[in-house]
């Protein structure tokens, strides 16, 4: 069994900063990638940005040079520095883990509110 526990979300002002962590718990030791999306009231979950083993990423293009993702090199944990939020980010974001044998984790998600 596998958990993926979030933290970090929170209200935060325009243009102010969060950093939103992940840790995988159970029989895991490797993964593919791990990645976060969010959801939005009234909106599909989109892809926010994702990381592999090796350390690439990619961002979605409304996140790219204000969020940065991370991974944790000693466990299977990984984060999302946001910054330059704006009230659009605001979604209950999910933290996403993709086994090499093609099985997708997800946590339980946290919230992320922008708003003055």
């Known amino acids: 069994q596998v958990q993926l526990v979030e933290s970090g979300g929170g209200l935060v002002q325009p243009g102010g900063s969060l ?4 840790v ?4 895991i030791i490797s993964f593919a990638t791990m990645g976060w999306y969010r959801q939005a009231p009234g909106k599909q979950r989109e892809l926010v940005a994702e990381i592999n083993t090796g350390g690439s990423a990619n961002y979605a293009d409304s996140v790219k040079g204000r969020f940065a993702i991370s991974r944790d ?18 979604a209950v974001y999910y933290c996403k ?10 946590g339980q998600g946290t919230q992320v509110t922008v708003s003055s």
């Open 97 to 106: 883990l993709l086994t090499t044998w093609g099985y997708a984790y997800w």
């Open 24 to 27: 995988a718990s159970g029989s």
């Open 19 to 22: 950093r939103l962590s992940c």
């Open 73 to 90: 090199g000693a466990r299977i944990a990984m984060y999302l520095q946001m910054n330059s939020l704006r009230p659009e980010d605001t």
